[in-house]
Each structure stands twice: as C-alpha cells, then as structure tokens.
C-alpha cells in the first residue's frame, strides 16, 4: 500500500525558503514518478513539479519554474521540493504524490495517491 508523508512546511517570509521532504513506504519507489501539488480553500489542486524515476526528467508549472526545484532520493526513498523566493500567492497546502509513470506523468494532481499535506504559509 502506497504510503507518503511529507513534512518541512512552515511559516517564512516574500523571499525565504523551505525544503519540503516525502517519505514514501510500501511501494517500489525507484519505478514511480513523483509529483508535487498544492491546493488551497475554494480552489482545485495545482500541478506543481513532477519528476521521473531516475529523475532524469522534471517538469514544472509555469508559476514556479526558475524557483522550485524537485529531486529524489531513490536510495532514501524520498521525494524533494526545494521553494525559493516564496510568495505570498505560494500559501498553500502541499501535497506529495506517487503513481505509475503514463503519458499523464506532468500532471501529479492527478496521481492516484498522495499523502496528508504540509501547510506553507508566505507572510508579506
């Protein structure tokens, strides 16, 4: 059973940085791609990041390319968001994901699992 849990959200202010982390458990890691999205409330989930097995290949949303990097560890079996130059439009709930590699593998919204969230809250 696919298991993931992320942790490093917080409070930071315009222009700080976090590092949110994915521990991922009772699956074949190195064989999934892994994604990012965030949601906030009243809106749908956004696509952030995703990345490939070997992480050969990322993907990112127009809204944060050039400031969010994803990463993987297949060895530690965890998934990475480095955010740099947070804003406050950056305040969201933020999800990992996991799912078998498709041609859908840019949209991690759509994953078919995900874990509990972190919160991230941008301060102006």
């Known amino acids: 059973q696919v298991q993931l849990v992320e942790s490093g959200g917080g409070s930071v202010q315009a222009g700080g940085s976090l590092r949110l982390s994915c521990a991922a458990s009772?699956?074949?890691?190195?064989?999934?791609?892994m994604g990012w999205f965030r949601k906030t409330p009243g809106q749908g989930r956004e696509d952030l990041a995703a990345?490939?097995?070997?992480?050969?290949?990322?993907n990112y949303a127009d809204s944060v390319k050039g400031r969010f990097t994803i990463s993987r560890d297949n060895a530690k079996n965890t998934l990475y968001l480095q955010m740099d130059s947070l804003k406050p439009e950056d305040t969201a709930m933020y999800y990992c994901?996991?799912?078998?590699?498709?041609?859908?593998?840019?949209?991690?919204?759509?994953?078919?699992?995900w874990g509990q969230g972190t919160q991230v809250t941008v301060s102006s």
């Open positions: 009772g699956f074949d890691f190195s064989t999934y791609c």
């Open positions: 994901a996991a799912d078998k590699c498709s041609i859908a593998w840019r949209r991690p919204a759509e994953y078919s699992s």
């Open positions: 990345i490939s097995t070997g992480g050969s290949s990322t």
